[in-house]
């Protein structure tokens, strides 16, 4: 009998010889091909992408099949079950060994980094992980809303400086005591200045 086109995932997990509930794993990663309609899957474009993407950490279960099967061809049973088998290779066991062994090595240049992905995918995902709890805690602030409190900090500093002269000209213009120029001025500016610090260390806080 041919191997079918398409096939419904039960279909499938019985041709490969796995249970549906692996065969629905192998769905949820993106390791089977799927038809137009989403729910059917395409039999030899997913048996390719299974033996594309196997783990590089099950290796040792593949060396082991191999090795029983070699055993089987020096002891002949190998020939036995040939001539019991039917003529045609079927395309479906090629599916059931690549998904047992789970761990031949691809060609150089070739195949999927299924280690190398895994890795960075958990790298990133811990990374979002603390990312959010830092935020929650008000560790880390999202960079749009500081950046907005900075602009508004700077904007009352500058309006504040920029207003120096019209608030003090009265001030200064009564006295010609060069102490009390200096007093009067460097009040102003350390009002001005406090201000900013207080705004700065609230949104150091997450109050704001």
Known sequence: MST????????????????????????????????????????????????????????????????????????????????????HASSAQAATNSVAGEGEQPPAGQGYDYQGSKAKREHFAAMEAEASYREKIRELLPASEVRAVVAEIITVLRTSI?????????????TSDETQIKSILSNEVEHALDTAAQSLAKLGKGEF
């Not at 796995?18 to 769905?27: A, C, D, P, T």
């Not at 474009?45 to 290796?59: G, L």
């Not at 120096?164 to 009564?174: F, M, S």
């Open 4 to 87: 079918p086109e398409t096939a419904t995932l039960s279909e499938f997990c019985r041709l490969i010889g796995v249970k549906v509930g692996y065969g629905s794993e192998l769905k949820k990663t993106g390791r089977l091909v799927l038809a137009e309609d989403g729910k059917t899957v395409r039999v030899q474009e997913s048996i390719a992408r299974i033996a594309e993407t196997r783990d590089p950490s099950k290796a040792g279960v593949a060396a082991r099949h191999a090795e029983e099967r070699g055993a089987e061809v020096a002891t002949g049973h190998a020939e036995s079950k040939t001539n019991q088998a039917p003529a």
């Open 162 to 174: 920029e207003g120096l002269p019209y608030n003090l000209a009265p001030q200064l213009a009564a």
